[in-house]
């Protein structure tokens, strides 16, 4: 199926922060949530057999700590798709499930784009 994301939060006239509602002091209006499919994806090339990693760069509120890892074919193609946009580090590493050792390069992912890039082993 298709990935998904919130794009944005309204309690009644107040923009929901980091997807948190705070109700302690009671609430007044309708909580409103859009949520679009309009995912990104990153595709392109890296060494065969590596694995890529992306993560949330910091002050990026994209789903906060979700990393998305994708394997590379013998060929050394790659795809990752279902990406909410915003800011984000990506790495090849030899280890699948880790993050690179030095940190990745950042990327920025608007709404629906498709970056095609070579990601350099390490």
Do not use: C, H
């Not at 998904?4 to 948190?20: C, H, P, Q, Y």
């Not at 909580?31 to 995912?39: A, D, G, Q």
Request: glycine content about 16%.
């Amino acid at each position: 199926g298709t990935g998904g994301f919130m794009k944005s939060a309204w309690l009644g006239n107040t923009e929901v922060i980091d997807g948190r509602v705070d109700l302690s002091s009671g609430a007044s209006g309708d909580l409103t949530i859009v949520v679009s499919t309009n995912t990104a994806t990153v595709q392109g090339t890296t060494s065969a057999g590596m694995a890529i990693a992306l993560a949330p760069a910091g002050g990026s509120a994209t789903r906060a700590g979700r990393r998305y890892f994708a394997q590379a074919d013998p060929t050394g193609q790659f795809k990752v798709q279902g990406l909410p946009p915003g800011k984000y580090r990506i790495g090849a590493t030899d280890q699948a499930g880790a993050f690179p050792d030095d940190g990745g390069l950042e990327i920025s992912l608007d709404e629906g784009q498709t970056l095609v890039m070579e990601v350099k082993a390490p």
